[in-house]
């Protein structure tokens, strides 16, 4: 293969890039309503090809998508556990960057050190997609962004509100604010705010707050995570410090009258979200989280430089 694109972070696709995903992302969406998952796109854009996943963290959701996104593009799926693999046992991510270009299409990783992430692009020669690292999820918003639009809402100009942790999901959140025009309001306690420098990458469109009433008010959508990502330690203190961020009814109604519940799952209630937003009529997760298929499935035909 000569011509490909990784999907490191959000900026590798651009606001261009994006805006030709998300549309084929729907398109394609609507193409298949109805029909078996497991049947094959009439196109089948990626006959031939073969991803592989590399898992050195839990999934469900990263893990089931890609596979049968994958499948319906006409293609193949190798999912592994790092642990199983040379990689475990210390092998560099350099050679088995080059050993796996040897054998598959495009690499997807999941990994706790976004280095490595970048050092397997750098070594790869087919297209590398990050499913997931501590600093960023770009797969996650990509499919976040997909979900908002099928409610009819125009991007640019949203007020989104953030309350919890300043993780690696609300770090993908910020550069999609930059590069499509809405805001990002971040509520988090001190001490888990996100690094200045992904609020800069927000290029003004990030703002962080103590106050999570004042994320909320007239927001259009409400977003949240785990308070503990996969890797950190389980500290009460923690959790003590993110209890007054929860997404209660109480703020939900703080926003717009019509706002919206994100949550990119693994889901706690009665931590990060209470169980009756998560599970009422505001919540749009169970959409976000199909969303991940229809979105990765253009996100990797973007990588083969069939779209944007
Ligand atoms: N949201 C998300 O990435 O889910 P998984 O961890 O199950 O893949
Ligand atoms: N912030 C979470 C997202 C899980 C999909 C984590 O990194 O564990």
Not at 5 to 12: E, G, H, N, P, W
Not at 99 to 104: A, D, M, P, Q, T
Not at 267 to 289: F, K
Request: charged share 20%; hydrophobic share 45%; with cysteine.
């Amino acid at each position: 293969m000569t011509e490909f694109r990784s999907f490191l972070s959000l900026s590798d696709a651009g606001e261009d890039g994006l805006a030709a995903i998300l549309a084929d992302a729907g398109a394609r969406k609507g193409a298949r309503a109805g029909w078996p998952k497991g049947r094959v796109d009439a196109d089948a854009p990626l006959r031939d090809c073969v991803l592989a996943m590399v898992f050195e963290k839990n999934s469900t959701r990263t893990r089931v998508s890609f596979d049968v996104g994958m499948r319906q593009l006409g293609g193949q799926t190798i999912v592994m556990e790092a642990g199983q693999m040379q990689l475990g046992r210390g092998e560099p991510v350099s050679d088995t960057a080059r050993v796996l270009s040897g054998y598959v299409d495009a690499i997807m990783l999941r990994t706790d050190d976004h280095a490595k992430l970048e050092n397997l692009a750098a070594h790869a020669s087919v297209p590398v997609i990050n499913g997931l690292t501590d600093r960023s999820h770009p797969c996650q918003i990509v499919a976040d962004l997909l979900t908002i639009q099928e409610t009819g809402r125009a991007l640019p100009g949203l007020k989104v509100a953030w309350l919890g942790d300043g993780n690696n999901v609300l770090a993908s959140l910020i550069e999609a604010a930059a590069l499509l025009r809405f805001d990002v309001i971040a509520a988090c306690p001190q001490g888990f705010q996100p690094d200045e420098a992904v609020v800069t990458e927000g290029r003004g469109r990030a703002r962080v707050v103590a106050s999570p009433h004042e994320a909320v008010e007239g927001a259009d959508l409400i977003v949240t995570d785990s308070w503990i990502s996969m890797g950190q330690a389980h500290a009460d203190t923690k959790l003590a410090a993110m209890l007054p961020y929860q997404v209660t009814a109480d703020l939900m109604a703080r926003a717009k009258p019509d706002a919206s519940f994100l949550h990119c799952l693994p889901a706690h209630r009665g931590e990060e979200v209470a169980t009756d937003v998560i599970d009422g009529p505001r919540s749009l997760v169970w959409a976000e989280a199909e969303n991940r298929l229809h979105a990765q499935k253009s996100i990797l035909r973007w990588c083969f430089g069939q779209i944007g």
